[in-house]
């Protein structure tokens, strides 16, 4: 028999939560707390096994604040509950998994890469709100969660990534005997969440361990869950680590932000790819309908009332003929806006028959920039051209994608990302160049095929780091060979450019921006008179004032710039009659 944790053993206690039926006796509801609402910021969570009127339940979900989401769960006869109403409240499509404390067994080994520990201040509030934002959810005041925190009803963990000291994961624990008396000695897990972008393998598993464990310590019953049914990955992990089904399910008030919870959505809907979705979601919470009329190219058609806009990602009716050809050919947006005061590189055309121009650019810069004068992605663009040779290969690759090649010197810097709606700054971010970190173990193509997976996990599919010659080459640029065994927590850039396509990660500035370039932002975007783009940077200073224009895309990925509301922003442009006051 294997052993059990010291100190720990069952006991019988009264089967408050195990049957959505029957009234308990009051021997049985002896010491516990009624009427029981606990505020996590986000939402409250409503616990039924403490009410004894269920009327009384659904006043407290008809309080439920703006832009929350609250939670009842353990409610008993949750279809009565519904029924009472049903134009309001329904059952969420979830599953509740149960973990008995007696069973657990912890994991004989460590998992790598990865730092669980108890929050210790206000900050890490806001890093738990970041890694909320990055998952989707819902995110809550972090003052309201560090007084939470001050309590021992409450459980914040975090979980550090030991390479970079990020915060990269984050799990809630509710202790229900300390938070209102529970007979049954239960605990409940709430918003396990991890940066699905550079969360080391296992920090899910580490941070439900280490919650679990600390319920164990305190000789609690069994910890509960509820997981959406179709989250396979998740439930996967529950079940590896000894949770089974368990009968409670949760009752959730109809709000907008549960829209996708009860109501189907248009045919098409869950094959957009992630900018185009993003859209569809916010345009669905408002009430707007949404008919998706090509899947490939994420087109869809919104409307209200009589009035129609069709869309392309972020592409709209909006946005004329005349400002798509102006961001199409990169020499012409160079004109533009410079002639509207926004410095840019200095750059030259370089024709099929003479490179002169280019080459005398070369020689006055030391290092240039290829790329083909339209094009999207990253695609056929050379950074870092120091010599002839390379000057000549970058310009045959430019004009693989495009006869018109544009040659610019190389400005040293962080590649900006601002997102313009409606000449208003929404969102403004740093893009950096994919890149892995060492462990001591794998070789540099395997780093890359794993983060690559990891960049396609969190993306929808949408970025991957090809393993490819140029990825090859900055490798070998940085003194490494693809089979070489990074050391552990060596970083090491694998692709030049920041193109998200390719593998680049991305990480919101908008707070830090200094207002000029801002203002230059919106100068930009006036002169090509385009309503939704977003405009490229590079500046040595994200916080700085200088910056140098790179070019204008006529259909920004709005997905990646969380917590900025870029796709309200958006939708507020199309229909402003939805604008939320």
Known sequence: MAPRLAGHRRRHTPDLTGRTYGRPSQHELEGMDADVVLDLAWGRLVFGQTFAEMRNILAALRAEGTGQRDICIYARDPHVLVGLAPDELFIDPSYTYRLDLYRYRPRPELIRGVFVRTVTSLDDMVAINGVYARNGMVTGAP?????????????????????????????????????????????????????????????????????????????????????????????????????VRAAAVCVKRKNPINTPLFAGGPPGLDLLNPYARIIADEALRRGIRVEVTDVESGEMRLSVGGRRVLTRESLSEFTTAVAMSRCDDKRVTRRIVEAAGVRVPRGVSAPEDDLGPARRLLAECGEVVVKPARGEQGKGITVGVTDDGELERAVAAARLFCPDVLVEELVAGEDLRVVVIDHEVVAAAVRRPAEVVGDGRRTVTDLVRETSRRRERATGGESRIPLDDVTADVVRAAGHGMDDVLPEGRRLRVRRTANLHTGGTIEDVTDRLHPAVGQAAVRASRAIGIPVTGIDFLLPDVEGPDAVFVEANERPGLANHEPQPTAARFVDLLFPETRRR
């Open 143 to 243: 003052e309201t969660m560090w007084a939470n925190h001050r309590t021992r009803a409450f459980t914040y963990l975090v979980a550090e990534d030991t390479r970079t000291g990020r915060v990269v994961g984050t799990v809630t624990g509710v202790d229900h005997v300390l938070a209102f008396g529970d007979p049954e000695g239960g605990t409940s897990l709430w918003c396990l969440a991890v940066d699905a972008q550079s969360a080391p393998a296992g920090t899910g598993e580490a941070l439900v361990r280490v919650l679990a464990e600390r319920y164990v310590g305190r000789g609690r019953s069994y910890v509960d869950l509820s997981v959406l049914h179709d989250n396979s990955g998740a439930i996967a992990l529950y079940r590896k680590l000894g949770f």
